[in-house]
């Protein structure tokens, strides 16, 4: 092969990077809570500060339970996002009950944000001195057939910090996230 040619399979990854740059540019990404945590850290922008979804806004019903193990009622504050492979994400500052979660009970809450294309990713964040331990969280889309997408815990949430799972699909040949990196990477860099 010729000096300066390209082989077939790394053009391919080439296109496959170039689609994906045009992916980003007509889908500006939602304000990240995560992305900005990390930016805040450096002197960044607070959560909430960034673009907007083109795209229209759809209610969420979130499931939360909460463990047998945790404390009795907890009054801290508790913070939610989530969101799909293509950077749709949906923030929630409070999401805690007006009593506080109680052990083993559920608790229901709508909450709106941009419409996505099946939740991949979850984290929590508690802020308060009582401590909480959820079991699981489930997602129910206005745009799907019913089946929540469910991320389980069992784990007492550290204080001040985005806790849980991303289990969103790299795309073959980007090397990164399909849309979802910077909130990921926000997520590892805590």
Aim: charge should be positive; proline fraction near 7%.
């Amino acid at each position: 092969m010729a000096a300066g040619a390209v082989r077939p399979h790394r053009l391919t990854a080439l296109l496959a990077l170039g689609v994906l740059s045009c992916l980003h540019l007509a889908l500006p990404a939602a304000p990240s809570p995560l992305l900005a945590q990390a930016a805040a850290a450096g002197g960044g922008e607070e959560p909430g500060s960034g673009a907007a979804v083109v795209r229209g806004t759809c209610t969420y019903t979130v499931q939360i339970k909460t463990s047998c193990s945790s404390p009795r009622s907890s009054p801290d504050a508790v913070s939610l996002a989530f969101g799909d492979a293509y950077r749709n994400e949906v923030y929630a500052a409070r999401v805690s009950p007006r009593r506080g979660f109680e052990r083993c009970a559920t608790d229901t809450f709508k909450v709106s944000g941009p419409c996505g294309y099946g939740v991949c990713y979850l984290y929590l964040r508690r802020t308060g001195r009582v401590g909480w331990t959820p079991e699981w969280v489930r997602v129910y889309e206005p745009t799907t057939s019913g089946t929540p997408s469910t991320f389980y815990f069992g784990d007492p949430l550290p204080n001040g910090v985005w806790y849980g799972t991303n289990r969103c699909v790299r795309l073959a040949g980007a090397g990164a996230g399909a849309g979802h990196g910077a909130a990921a990477a926000a997520a590892r860099a805590l």
